[in-house]
């Protein structure tokens, strides 16, 4: 479930050969000196040299322009920073560890880490930094993005174009086949993982772009791969206290496992559906829904009509800034159930991202049941 984490750890000792096999001095500011871990020479990140030939730093030369736009790969980093003379200092990492154990295990791109996965790679961070197991486990993060990949036997088209707002977040956004919701304190995304991936040249790796984008499109005609996520830039700023309290430090994800799962589900299904992808009703079907002549149901389906018309995520996210905010959901919830009741299967698409979510997660937190019993 985890996937990119920033945490740090203070009063760490890190040995001479560490320091100069690993890492490299950046600068000195302050009254301290910085280094940044060099990823050509880390064990799992590098796809080139392997730990065992390292050669001190000091006998490589290297620009330094050159060096700092190495050690900030994709915006991720491992740094360590102490007071000049000093011995101990803070050890701060910033990595997607998902992606990291992919590709220590040559695993697909759609990969999830269960718990055992998770105890792996960050007890392999500690041997890497020759840091007790115990002592890195009381890292403090800061950062956090969990989520899972789910598999759907339709078009991803169908899926994203049902996907319509979430319960307590004050914006949407959508571009292509992404939907994110915001708000200040975090943010949740569901967007096509097949494309994402195809974009970063993650499958099918060995295809010209030309095939790659043919394979794709040839296995999205009925597959889709659809990853939703909590980002929560800053845990300390979080306002979900259930999730919260289980995300502090990383021995606290380790211990809190199962639960956090939980809590996770509690969170994503609170997106609410509207359907796109059934055929529109039949003229009985109709007719027998209007029967009753009541006013109330030719007021209805001509609310139906208009958000048919007007396109319905259309119009929520148009009238959303602008109701009142005392009465903004109940409206819309009402908008999305006058309209989904026109719709065969209406929910079609909800419950199967509800089952298919619920099964994702359960499978994922297994190990960790049967480690706490």
Request: hydrophobic share 40%.
């Amino acid at each position: 479930m985890v996937d990119l984490i920033k945490f740090y750890l203070e009063n760490v000792l890190l040995s001479d050969y560490i320091l100069a096999t690993k890492f490299i001095k950046i600068r000195e500011e302050g009254g301290f000196e910085i280094f940044k871990a060099d990823p050509d020479v880390i064990s799992f990140l590098s796809q080139k040299v392997k730990a065992e030939n390292c050669k001190p730093k000091s006998e490589i030369v290297v620009q330094q322009e050159n060096i700092i736009k190495k050690l900030s790969y994709k915006n991720k980093f491992i740094s360590f920073k102490r007071k000049l003379n000093a011995k101990e200092g803070r050890l701060s990492v910033c990595q997607n560890i998902r992606k990291d154990f992919i590709r220590i295990k040559n695993l697909n791109p759609f990969t999830d880490l269960n718990y055992l996965n998770f105890v792996e790679i960050i007890e392999m961070y500690a041997q890497e930094f020759g840091i007790e197991k115990e002592k890195f486990w009381k890292a403090k993060i800061t950062q956090v993005e969990l989520g899972v990949n789910i598999r759907f036997n339709m078009n991803i088209a169908s899926i994203m174009s049902s996907v319509s707002r979430m319960k307590g977040m004050e914006n949407t956004l959508r571009i292509g086949n992404t939907v994110n919701f915001k708000n200040q304190k975090y943010e949740v995304s569901v967007y096509d993982k097949l494309e994402r991936e195809s974009q970063q040249n993650e499958v099918f790796k060995n295809a010209s772009k030309v095939r790659r984008k043919h394979l794709v499109k040839k296995i999205s005609k009925n597959n889709s791969f659809v990853r939703i996520e909590l980002r929560v830039k800053r845990v300390s700023q979080f306002n979900r206290a259930s999730i919260k309290n289980k995300i502090q430090t990383l021995e606290s994800i380790r211990k809190n496992f199962h639960s956090l799962g939980n809590e996770l589900y509690k969170l994503f299904v609170n997106i609410s559906f509207v359907n796109e992808i059934s055929p529109d009703i039949a003229q009985g079907l109709l007719k027998s829904q209007l029967n009753s002549k009541s006013a109330k149901t030719f007021d209805e389906y001509l609310k139906f009509l208009g958000l048919k018309y007007f396109g319905v995520k259309k119009f929520i996210e148009f009238a959303s800034p602008i109701l009142n905010t005392n009465n903004r959901n109940k409206y819309l919830a009402s908008l999305e159930d006058i309209y989904n009741q026109y719709k065969r299967d209406n929910d079609f698409v909800k419950k199967e991202f509800h089952r298919k979510l619920s099964a994702r997660i359960n499978k994922l937190a297994v190990p960790a049941i049967s480690s706490s019993n």
